[in-house]
């Protein structure tokens, strides 16, 4: 089983480092023998098992845009983009940068999970908020079912509508995706196709903040006011983000039968005809894999904006006229080919060795200009990169595991680009204790993408041609005790050429020299020196009778606070009662989330562009400071769970600063509800 990036266990942890949730019951009576999972690797198809459910606590946060312990930064509505404050959690940003911060519900290859069943699976899971006019929901469902042992198939849905507790901030999503895999002994196949629905209108957050930190004072005579009473920047501004995708990957297998050892021949196979002579076991045994990856992706994203008084006011160049959609494509070509000699064939191959050659093919358009006046063109760019790689792996055996990976672009647009990576786990017994230690470790020399070397639309236009690659070096390491319930996890980073959005927002001053307003801008700029980023993680989870405390703390420091801001501290706290009833057939948890990270100017968010970037250095505000309180209650009965929760309980408390990204306020205090049923028939 290997880790991530982030140095989190991929078999209980997700891309970003979440507690994996199936939503599946945990109570072994009520799976079904037979029933497993896993996950694939994106390059070259490696099945990394999963579990059903390693969520034992917290389904009240599994729908939280902010994350299972309120680690991400997002504008307040569910679906809207997001951005982890854990620098060590972020992935690698994608060629399609615009769909990147919809994580939450945006699935990547190597996160869609795979089943064998013996009876039909089905989960359903439904969420909701109560307001009677700006409610949030969720209708997400997984089917899993076996044609036979080998052969299975799936599909998921994940709808989200949430019309925003603010004006002009409503998401409606939908993404679902078909799934099949075949998993025989010369032949193993997996195959997904998505898609991907992405509207979100952009309000670019209040336009004062006083209406939530010092309401009063905006009331205007009002004993209270609504937060739709509130006013929004843009009320005429959309995000539309589209895309299919298509994956298979699939491998031959050469090798040989031998007989199940003698440890596992508990029991013979009685021959045909009820002939009393037995037959011995035998498995087939992997030598060499020829092994094909394709991935074609089609991507598309439309700006919405009509052209009015505000957004003329707001920015500081409009280089299309009027009412305008900005449309942008993107199509993606990927083929691996590879031979790998498999680990465990005989007693010296301790170790698997992969090498690999992938070609990718690579098409953008973007608006363009012509010489008439408001006109427009649409203009293609196209990339083809070959690449050259080599994986040694080790699977087998319980005590240590690894996987250490090299790759180098040797033609195309990414020339010179290269990633080393490697990662382990060791495990061992101490003192009557599990204990694994994982460690992980890369380099790497990458291209920036496409989108920060070409960019074009209605307000921000950009074209770099004298980027430099980005070399990112980081090592990292993470300690766990199974039975002190104890995490530890510390890293180090260092970036050169660290490239970034960057606000460039032009102040307007008035006859006296003072500001008085911003024509807003932004720009892709690269820190030519070197950035280090130090994390250090404290999970810990206490249990006395029935009170459980389950708590994280995490320390970042970055050397370049004004280009990589982040939270020095951040924490998370869940305090709880747990119960059995009814012979403990019915599971109760009764407590409290609490959420705090202390005060960072952290990413404004641009919705020209839909991403993270820079706060206007001249106008800067800090957010954090505040913590963020929610009181809850599950129940899990038999196969069905189910959640109320009020959130934001603590609304009013203090200053009243919950923001979790500049000027974009989280929802007020609201009651919200989530249930899930699981099927096996």
Same mark, same amino acid.
């Given at each position: 089983m290997g880790t991530s990036a982030s140095g989190r266990d991929l078999g209980t942890h997700d891309r970003n480092g979440n507690p994996i949730d199936t939503t599946a019951v945990n109570d072994a009576s009520t799976i079904p023998i037979g029933l497993y999972q896993w996950k694939v690797t994106r390059r070259l198809g490696n099945v990394i098992p999963v579990p059903v459910d390693t969520l034992h606590a917290g389904f009240q946060n599994s729908n939280d845009p902010a994350g299972i312990t309120g680690q991400y930064n997002y504008l307040g509505n569910l679906g809207s983009p997001r951005m982890s404050r854990i620098f060590f959690d972020r992935r690698e940003e994608s060629q399609f940068v615009f769909t990147d911060p919809y994580d939450q519900s945006v699935l990547r290859p190597e996160d869609v999970t795979f089943t064998n069943t013996l009876s039909p699976f089905t989960n359903l899971t439904y969420y909701k908020s109560f307001n009677s006019r700006n409610s949030e929901e969720r209708f997400k469902s997984y089917y899993a079912i076996n044609a036979n042992k080998r052969l299975g198939f799936g599909l998921y849905i994940d709808y989200i509508y949430g019309r925003g507790m603010y004006n002009n901030q409503s998401t409606a999503q939908f993404n679902g995706g078909l799934f099949a895999s075949y998993r025989g002994d010369k032949y193993d196949m997996h195959f997904i196709f998505n898609n991907d629905n992405l509207k979100t209108r952009e309000n670019g957050g209040i336009t004062d903040d006083r209406y939530i930190t010092n309401p009063l004072d905006m009331a205007e005579g009002k004993k209270q006011y609504n937060s739709t009473d509130i006013p929004t920047l843009f009320n005429k501004i959309w995000n539309h983000n589209t895309s299919y995708h298509a994956f298979l990957t699939h491998r031959y297998n050469l090798g040989f039968y031998r007989e199940v050892p003698d440890t596992l021949q508990n029991d013979t196979i009685q021959a045909p005809n009820d002939s009393t002579e037995s037959v011995i076991p035998r498995e087939f045994v992997p030598v060499t894999s020829f092994i094909h990856t394709l991935e074609l992706d089609f991507n598309g994203r439309k700006y919405i904006t009509q052209d009015d008084a505000q957004n003329r006011n707001y920015f500081e160049h409009t280089y299309f006229g009027n009412d305008s959609i900005d449309q942008f494509r993107r199509t993606n070509v990927r083929n691996t080919f590879g031979i790998s000699l498999r680990e465990g064939f005989n007693k010296w191959a301790k170790a698997g060795l992969t090498a690999f050659l992938t070609h990718e093919y690579r098409d953008f358009t973007l608006p363009d200009t012509t010489d008439v006046a408001n006109q427009r063109i649409i203009k293609h760019y196209k990339e083809n990169i070959v690449y050259v790689g080599g994986e040694l792996t080790k699977t087998q055996g319980n005590l240590l595991h690894y996987n250490l990976l090299g790759e180098f672009a040797v033609a195309g647009e990414d020339a010179g680009q290269f990633r080393l990576e490697g990662n382990g786990d060791l495990n061992l017994k101490l003192f009557g204790d599990s204990v694994r230690l994982d460690v992980n470790a890369y380099i790497k020399n990458l291209n920036p993408i496409f989108y920060y070397?070409?960019?074009?639309?209605?307000?921000?236009?950009?074209?770099?041609?004298?980027?430099?690659?980005?070399?990112?070096?980081?090592?990292?390491?993470?300690?766990?005790?199974?039975?002190?319930?104890? !995490?530890?996890?510390?890293?180090?980073?260092?970036?050169?050429?660290?490239?970034?959005?960057?606000? !460039?927002?032009?102040?307007?001053t008035?006859?006296?020299?003072?500001? !008085?307003?911003?024509?807003?801008?932004?720009?892709?700029?690269?820190?030519?020196?070197?950035?280090?980023?130090?994390?250090?993680?404290?999970?810990?989870?206490?249990?006395?009778?029935?009170?459980?405390?389950?708590?994280?703390?995490?320390?970042?420091?970055?050397?370049?606070?004004?280009?990589?801001?982040?939270?020095?501290?951040?924490?998370?706290?869940?305090? =709880?009662?747990?119960?059995?009833?009814?012979?403990?057939?019915?599971?109760?948890?009764?407590?409290?989330?609490?959420?705090?990270?202390?005060? =960072?100017?952290?990413?404004?968010?641009?919705?020209?562009?839909g991403q993270f970037y820079l706060q206007n250095p001249e106008n800067q505000i800090a957010i954090g400071g505040h913590p963020m309180v929610n009181i809850y209650a599950n129940f899990h009965w038999k196969r069905t769970r189910i959640f109320l929760m009020m959130y934001n309980v603590n609304q009013n408390s203090g200053n009243s600063r919950y923001f979790l990204a500049p000027h974009y306020p989280i929802s007020p205090r609201i009651l919200k509800l989530g249930i899930s049923w699981n099927f096996f028939d």
């Open positions: 070397r070409n960019f074009h639309s209605k307000h921000y236009w950009w074209d770099n041609s004298d980027l430099s690659k980005i070399m990112r070096t980081r090592v990292e390491g993470k300690l766990n005790f199974k039975r002190l319930g104890t !995490t530890l996890r510390a890293g180090v980073e260092n970036i050169k050429n660290y490239t970034y959005l960057d606000n !460039t927002s032009l102040p307007i008035n006859s006296s020299g003072e500001i !008085t307003s911003f024509k807003n801008n932004a720009a892709v700029k690269q820190h030519s020196g070197n950035i280090q980023v130090f994390t250090a993680m404290l999970q810990q989870k206490l249990k006395f009778g029935i009170l459980h405390f389950d708590g994280e703390v995490v320390y970042q420091k970055s050397s370049e606070q004004s280009i990589l801001p982040l939270p020095e501290l951040s924490a998370h706290g869940n305090l =709880y009662i747990h119960a059995g009833l009814v012979k403990n057939i019915l599971q109760v948890s009764l407590g409290a989330d609490v959420r705090y990270f202390t005060k =960072y100017n952290a990413p404004d968010y641009s919705p020209v562009i």
